[in-house]
């Protein structure tokens, strides 16, 4: 670390906007323990679940309105140097409107407030889910290739629109950094989405005559991605996967699940009839990810940030199948 980040660490704060997902929680956590952070600030509709003991507390709904002169405030009174905007779910909803909201109208005021308030940097936590699953996909897809997701997702539209307001910041501001890491599935011990719920059922459904190429980035790597960027100034897209893919049908078998093939006539209507009944992880529109496949291509984090996931696809597949079994098993000994 420089002298110029070192002092950046101890007399400006790093300020994280939505701590009740996976990454903003997780990296809470990390910054609360390490003592090199020293000013840590958590921004968030609920407090989060994380024992805060030099983390400073603001309770914001991005949907309010006006929620921007609010943040505003609060970034200059707390004088962020950089923000992590991990307000993103992972998680298709059900109301698609209040979804909208958080995400697209939230992030705009994001950026309002960065902009009014200098933020020096800011650090998107994104999805490769963005660039879709389509049959003309190329076997990797690079930083640089088009946008689809929303094509056939309003869900995956909102998350594009992050992305605009982010690039229109960096345009804007050619002087201040703006990061946007795009993950793939994310698996691990602690991690609980509609695709590790789609995972766990004892009986999976798959389309017949697919098997898509799947790629999984573990936990930790997620994680010490997002430090990598907060401790180094990296411009840019960048793509964050484990080495190597499987077909969708070698990890439900690699899950010890069963692996039910039905044909696509009908399979998208009852997809979103079990979506509307609660009984589906996700709505008809992620239909695609079952029948094509979206890899996202690593080498640019690891070429220009100099960041190389330590699990591969599989090794990250394996851990989160490990303490599945782990809790299964305290399960019936309880």
Not at 49 to 55: I, Q
Not at 259 to 288: C, E, R, Y
Not at 293 to 322: H, R, W
Request: aromatic share 8%; hydrophobic share 40%.
């Amino acid at each position: 670390m420089t002298k110029q980040q070192k002092k950046i660490s101890t007399t400006k704060s790093i300020v994280i906007i939505g701590a009740q997902g996976f990454k903003g929680q997780n990296l809470l956590k990390h910054l609360e323990i390490n003592s090199q952070y020293k000013k840590v600030v958590v921004i968030d509709s609920k407090k989060p679940c994380v024992t805060l003991k030099k983390t400073k507390f603001y309770k914001l709904d991005l949907t309010e309105t006006l929620a921007d002169v609010t943040l505003t405030d609060i970034l200059k009174k707390e004088k962020c140097d950089t923000l992590i905007h991990s307000a993103i779910p992972t998680t298709p909803p059900h109301n698609e409107s209040h979804s909208h909201e958080f995400v697209a109208i939230g992030s705009y005021y994001i950026f309002n407030a960065c902009a009014a308030a200098n933020v020096r940097k800011v650090i998107l936590a994104s999805t490769a889910d963005i660039y879709g699953a389509f049959p003309s996909n190329p076997n990797y897809l690079t930083e640089k290739m088009s946008l689809r997701g929303h094509l056939h997702s309003q869900f995956l539209a909102d998350k594009i629109d992050a992305e605009k307001q982010a690039l229109k910041y960096q345009k804007k501001y050619p002087n201040r950094i703006v990061t946007i890491l795009r993950t793939c599935t994310t698996l691990g011990p602690t991690i609980n989405s509609y695709k590790t719920r789609y995972f766990q059922r004892p009986v999976v459904t798959t389309m017949l005559g697919f098997d898509p190429l799947l790629q999984f980035v573990h936990e930790e790597d997620v994680i010490n991605a997002l430090l990598t960027f907060i401790n180094k100034d990296h411009k840019g897209i960048f793509n964050l996967a484990g080495d190597g893919v499987l077909p969708l049908s070698r990890v439900i078998e690699l899950c010890g699940k069963t692996n039910l093939k039905l044909t696509q006539i009908g399979f998208k209507s009852l997809v979103q009839i079990l979506w509307m009944l609660d009984l589906s992880p996700a709505p008809a529109s992620h239909v695609n990810f079952l029948r094509y496949l979206c890899i996202a291509d690593n080498q640019k984090i690891k070429n220009d940030a100099g960041f190389t996931p330590q699990y591969t696809t599989k090794e990250a597949l394996m851990s989160f199948v490990s303490a599945e079994r782990l809790r299964e098993l305290n399960l019936k000994e309880v």
